[in-house]
């Protein structure tokens, strides 16, 4: 009867470490708050330049957008990219939706005027691309196109990229801001930061198509987003 007795206690003790083992802690909660707060001041800081910021047009006719602040090279591979990032798309009526959490891994980020981070803001411009984004893995440049987004207060009619583009990238480094051409580079959903925002492991799809609160953590990044886009034009 002991022996039993130890047995089911043992493995209580053992189902309880493991599901210990997946909650988030609070310094991972933190890490999550702090690249959210992070990615609203890259949003602020690269819209506080008109000259030189995303045309507030293709903000306001984007699908999606994603913020990555400081996507570092990697030192195990040869031009190596990594970083953490949010994704957040259009619901109903043009509100922007709770963001999801998402890793962008390799790739080659084109021309880097120095620096070994960057900051990288993406608009999706259709829905083609957003549906690909919600793919649970995503290769820029493979499944869709991707161009390097003009700078400036508006984009012209006639731009290339703006007009026949799924993606439109820009990057920051340095203090300088333009457009970039991302090729090969993987996005992919983080299911651990996601569990850190939501409390369980969800796919950015599961995160994007429902009516998720946005978490208070959240709130300002997409409270910047709105400021900036409110409503969806045509």
Known sequence: MKRILFGLCSALLLVTFCAGADEP??????????????????????????????????????????????????????????GKGFISCRKKGGRWSAPAAIRVEGGSFGFQIGGEEIDVVMLVMNDRGAQHLMSSQFTLGGEGSIAAGPVGRTSTADTDAYMHAEILSWSRTRGVFGGIALAGAT?????????????????????????????????????LLTKYSPHETD
Do not use: W
């Open 25 to 82: 802690s609070e310094k991972d909660k933190q890490a999550v708050a702090d690249r959210l707060q992070a990615a609203r001041d890259v949003l602020q800081e690269v819209m506080a330049t008109p000259d030189k910021s995303i045309p507030t047009d293709l903000l306001n006719k984007a699908h999606c957008a994603v913020i990555v602040p400081g996507v570092k090279k990697g030192a195990f591979i040869f031009g190596g990219r990594y």
């Open 187 to 223: 996005l992919r959903t983080d299911q651990d930061d996601n569990a850190a925002l939501y409390g369980k492991k969800l796919d950015s799809k599961e995160v994007i198509d429902t009516r998720r609160p946005v978490p208070v953590p959240a709130r300002p990044l997409i409270e």
